[in-house]
């Protein structure tokens, strides 16, 4: 069976996903203006809806199972503040819910749902951390250590998660930079960056690792900083994008 995945951003729709032969598609919407909540459509009709009318409730990602159990990861508050819940849903009913939490990768091995995020802890900063079936499976941060996860999946029995974890800038000093990483079974298993960066994507192929995402370069005095597209093989440069003649960002997802 043959899965493709889509990032469509800003009705808005999230993550289209074809399964075998049906579409599926989350996204989320709005009946005051206010408050938003999520959608799940198969072939183009509203397969159900993720509401309370009190919370907003925004969707990450979608996983369909060959038995077409649908599972959607999201971000549930009370107000617009990006800090609130994380929490997974199998057909439209709440699964399990990480307190003060944010969710963003979801993984479906067997009867096991595994979700990757982060775990606020000071004024908006969070720990980097992997779920499986609601309770703390690993740690992928150093203590206290700002880090994020964007994407995650699973290969043989591994758990891999891609994203950032802040680091002393080159020189050591001013505030931290975010640096892109991948994390295998809860242990770091590459740094990419010493620049600013960060990884959104992850694919396995045997024994290599393919990464997507992006970093930052520092052109001249002119042009200041600018963003590259990069895949990275097995923690090394593989592909870069950008513009050829002026330095402009590009962005991979």
């Given at each position: 069976m043959k899965k493709i995945f889509l990032f469509i951003s800003f009705l808005t729709l999230i993550t289209p996903l074809f399964s075998q032969h049906d579409c599926y598609v989350v996204g989320y919407a709005s009946d005051d203006s206010i408050h938003f909540y999520s959608?799940?459509?198969?072939?183009?009709?509203?397969?159900?809806?993720?509401?309370?009318?009190?919370h907003n409730i925004a969707p990450w990602n979608i996983i369909v199972t060959d038995s077409e159990d649908v599972y959607v990861s999201t971000i549930y508050n009370e107000n617009a503040s990006y800090v609130g819940d994380a929490r997974v849903w199998k057909n439209g009913l709440e699964l399990y819910t990480i307190a003060g939490a944010y969710a963003r990768g979801l993984a479906?091995?067997?009867?096991?749902?595994?979700?990757?995020?982060?775990?606020?802890?000071?004024?908006?900063?969070?720990?980097?951390?992997?779920?499986?079936?609601?309770?703390?499976?690993?740690?992928?941060?150093?203590?206290?250590?700002?880090?994020?996860?964007?994407?995650?999946?699973?290969?043989?029995?591994?758990?891999?998660?891609?994203?950032?974890?802040?680091?002393?800038?080159?020189?050591?000093?001013?505030?931290?930079?975010?640096?892109?990483?991948?994390?295998?079974?809860?242990?770091?298993?590459?740094?990419?960056?010493?620049?600013?960066?960060?990884?959104?994507?992850?694919?396995?192929?045997?024994?290599?690792?393919?990464?997507?995402?992006?970093?930052?370069?520092?052109?001249?005095?002119?042009?200041?900083?600018?963003v590259v597209a990069r895949v990275w093989k097995n923690g090394e440069v593989l592909y870069t994008f950008s513009y050829p003649d002026l330095p402009d960002d590009s962005y991979a997802n």
């Open positions: 959608k799940v459509w198969k072939n183009g009709e509203v397969l159900f809806s993720i509401k309370d009318g009190i479906i091995d067997g009867e096991d749902v595994y979700m990757s995020g982060g775990k606020y802890f000071y004024m908006g900063n969070a720990a980097a951390k992997v779920w499986k079936n609601g309770e703390e499976l690993y740690s992928l941060s150093h203590s206290n250590i700002p880090a994020g996860v964007q994407n995650m999946c699973i290969s043989d029995g591994n758990i891999y998660v891609v994203g950032w974890e802040s680091k002393p800038p080159p020189g050591g000093t001013g505030p931290g930079i975010e640096s892109a990483r991948v994390w295998k079974n809860g242990e770091q298993l590459y740094d990419l960056s010493n620049n600013r960066s960060n990884a959104f994507s992850i694919f396995i192929d045997g024994d290599d690792v393919y990464v997507g995402g992006e970093e930052y370069l520092y052109s001249s005095v002119i042009y200041g900083s600018y």
